[in-house]
Every structure is written in C-alpha cells, then in structure tokens.
C-alpha cells in the first residue's frame, strides 16, 4: 500500500517506529540541530502531511494526533476554511508592524468579543512578539511600569516559557529552569495542588492554606516580601501536570490580589481560546483578573500571534515603550477572525465540554489501577498522572512506556508534570466522539498492557 492510499481516518500504523524513513530524517535533525529538540525524542517519527485530528508520517503511519501542536491547532490540523483564510490575506498583506489594518481591526472585535461583557469596554490589547513567553515577558513588564514595584508572585510548579524572565517565573526546574542568576525578586508560593500539598495538609482539613500563607507573608512586615508588582497564575498547569487550581483558592487570590491592589495576571496560553470549555479559563472561576496573557491557538492554524488583554487602568506605556517586529502578523489575525467565527458557529465550546465528559468518562476509570495515582483534566485537557503504588513517587519511566505503546497504536500523546510522570492530551477542540473513543481505548490499553 503506497502512503497516498492510506486514508487519515483512523489510526493505522504499518512498521516498527521509527520507519527507515523517519529514522533517516530523524538521524540527520540529531546531526543538524540542537540538543534542545524535544518531542522526536519521545514521539521518534517524521511528519509528512496531516488533516483535521490526524498526522501521516514519512512512513505512511497514521495516528491520531492529541497533541495538536501543544494546544496550537485548535480546530486540527489544516482547517480548510482557515486555510482559506490564510491564502485569501496572503496576496493582501502579510505583516504591518502595528499599523492599523482592516483584519487587524477584525481580529481586536472578535477577540474582545469573546470577553465577558464585563470587561469588553475597559480592555486594552498589545501585540507582542510571536510566542507566548513574549506575552509573559510584556505582561510582567506592564505591571512593573504601572505600579512602579518590581517583586512579582508565582506559584510552584507552574510553566511560563523559555525566556530568560519567563524561565525565572517557572516552578519547573530541571530541564525547564537549566540557566542559574535567574530573574531577582521572584517569589514561589504554593500552588492548590490538593494531591502532592506542599503544606502537607489534606483537603478535608485545610481551609486553602496556601493563599492563607500567601496573605501572612505579603501582610507581614517582617515577611521579608515587599508588595509585588504582580501575582503571575495559571489556572490550569499544564506543563505542571495538568492540575486545575480549586475554586476557592482563585477566588481568594483574586480577593486579596485586589484587597492589596495588586495587579493579577492569569496565563492562559494553553487554557484559552476556549481548550476548557469557555473562551478562557477565568471564567468558569467566576474572576476578571487584571491582565489575560493569550497565544498558542489564537489563529486556530499555527501563525504564530501572542497578546495581552488588560485593564486599562494599567496603560502606563509611553510611546515604543514594548515593541517587537513580528507583533504584525496579517496571516494570524486573518485567521484568528475566521476561528472565533467557526467557534460561534458550529458550538465548538459546547463540542469541548461534551467531548471532554466523554473523556472523563473513558478514562476516570483508570484510578482503579494501582500505578494510576490520578486522572484530572477539563474541557480537552486531561493528564494521567503515574505513581509507584508502593512509594507515591513519581514514576516517570513507566510513563514514558504508556506514551510509546500509545505511539505504536496510533495515537500521540505528551507527558509532563513532576519528572514527566504525567501522561498529556490536547485534543482539537473539534474532535469528533468517535476519534475520542478510538483514542481512550488506546489509551487505556496503554496503561492497563503491564505494569514495570
């Protein structure tokens, strides 16, 4: 059977992984590029072409693709009407610095649309560099220029990029926080996750503990913390582990956050444009913070676009005062235009809130299994976080054994959290119930082959 026969309609995989030809690729990228790259060294196959949930690689495997970019590809791979989105902006304009441009304009309508109406008429947006680190660097940059402090709060085990100031903000050590001279005046606080309590308190006793502390130590003049100049949060950790923060301890934080005047940032990178099941994760905690960091799925398709959404109380920004030279993107915004289209459209929020019960269903089950310490998630965004039942330790390996069989039956996944022991899927947003079926059977299957 010849690649162009195999259809991208369910999972088919023909080889050993990798392929001949994949590993012929994949042994000239280790000769050519950096020891950074990441994901062939777990996931080891060549892409070749790829349609809604599905990639094929060199090799003519097909698998169904739960990782989708790192939350990038929200509506899947190659959307063809944002492709034709894409190539209509194409022969328009493709970059325009920060001049205004009518599908710029486009764009700043739909995204503010999306907010609640609360916060519409009092939001400014700025474009920043491409990535989503640039829009965490812009934002702890605003709020240092609007409160004229320069401390700012973030919580452990939580994941802001790989820039300098970004990487200094991130709980994750390891691989993750690799550079020394990190950053001066940040400060980690415990983050409400319930399973692995950093206070060592237990849901059933403990009163939010850990905002508790953090009120004591930003109230106490003896603390050793000045008054930050923002509290940095993401309400779901993703490269954490995937864990949802309680609702008690946002509201808390938003509570004292706004007792303290001190601005809130929220990072929704990878919760936003709409992975839980509402637009941005904010809402279902029933919070406005002050500041709203997006990117990743903003075009829907991969042109790269980050922003930030914040109180205009905050605009305190001369003139050039945060620039960068692709924060002009046409193609993105074009595209962005025509994804909040088809979100409203075809109820792509409702899709992610029906399909991710569907998951929870399929996959809660799981917690029978000993080596199976949890399974959390929201929306389309769910880990399995994988344990040693005798210790409670992390295991990391037989993680990385539940991703390979799950490769080797077509389907991709990633893993994170605490030494990469928790197993990761980022489905597009509009998976359909039957590749979630097909998918959970795999995974299960995945876990449930053998233990170590």
């Not at 994760?281 to 990743?296: L, M, N, R, T, W």
């Not at 075809?346 to 019960?357: Q, S, W, Y």
Request: hydrophobic residues 45%; neutral net charge; contains cysteine.
């Amino acid at each position: 059977m010849t690649l162009a026969q195999v259809t991208m309609t369910e999972p088919h995989v023909v080889c050993d992984l990798p392929g001949p030809r994949s590993a012929e690729l994949l042994a000239r990228q280790a000769r050519r590029e950096s020891n950074a790259r990441t994901y062939p060294r777990n996931l080891p196959i060549a892409l070749a072409e790829a349609a809604g949930s599905f990639v094929r690689d060199v090799d003519g495997n097909v698998f169904i693709d739960f990782l989708a970019g790192a939350g990038v590809l929200s509506l899947g791979h190659n959307h063809p009407e944002l492709v034709r989105s894409v190539t209509a902006q194409l022969g328009v304009l493709t970059h325009g610095l920060d001049f205004p441009t009518p599908v710029k304009d486009a764009f700043l309508e739909a995204q503010l649309s999306m907010l609640p109406a609360g916060m519409r008429e009092r939001t400014k947006v700025h474009f920043c560099g491409p990535t989503g680190a640039n829009a965490i660097e812009a934002a702890i940059k605003l709020c240092k220029i609007a409160t004229g402090r320069g401390d700012v709060v973030t919580f452990q085990g939580g994941f802001h990029g790989s820039t300098h100031a970004a990487m200094a903000l991130t709980g994750l050590v390891s691989a993750k926080r690799p550079v020394a001279n990190s950053v001066p005046g940040t400060h980690f606080f415990p983050f409400s996750y319930c399973g692995r309590c950093p206070l060592a308190l237990s849901p059933a006793t403990c009163t939010t503990n850990c905002v508790a502390y953090l009120e004591r130590s930003l109230t106490d003049g003896n603390a050793g913390i000045p008054l930050p100049a923002a509290v940095l949060l993401e309400l779901i950790q993703g490269e954490g582990g995937v864990v949802p923060a309680t609702a008690d301890f946002v509201r808390r934080l938003r509570a004292l956050t706004r007792e303290l005047r001190i601005p809130l940032i929220v990072d929704e990178v990878q919760t936003g444009c709409g992975r839980t099941g509402t637009w941005f994760a904010f809402e279902q905690y029933g919070i406005e913070p002050d500041v709203v960091v997006a990117s990743k799925a903003l075009s829907g398709i991969g042109t790269p676009i980050a922003v930030i959404l914040y109180d205009d109380a905050l605009d305190g920004w001369a003139a050039g005062a945060h620039i960068g030279t692709f924060r002009g993107n046409q193609l993105a915004f074009a595209a962005g235009v025509e994804a909040v289209r088809i979100v409203r459209r075809d109820d792509i929020l409702g899709n992610v809130r029906r399909r991710g019960a569907q998951i929870a269903d399929r996959l809660t089950p799981l917690m029978a299994d000993p080596w199976v310490r949890e399974v959390r998630g929201r929306g389309l965004m769910w880990g399995i976080e994988i344990a040693d039942p005798q210790t409670g330790l992390p295991a990391a390996e037989f993680a990385r054994a539940i991703q390979a069989r799950a490769l080797r039956r077509g389907l991709i996944v990633e893993r994170g959290g605490r030494e990469d022991c928790v197993v990761r899927i980022l489905p597009p947003l509009n998976v359909t119930a039957e590749v979630v079926d097909t998918a959970c059977t795999i995974l299960v299957d995945a876990v449930e082959a053998g233990h170590p």
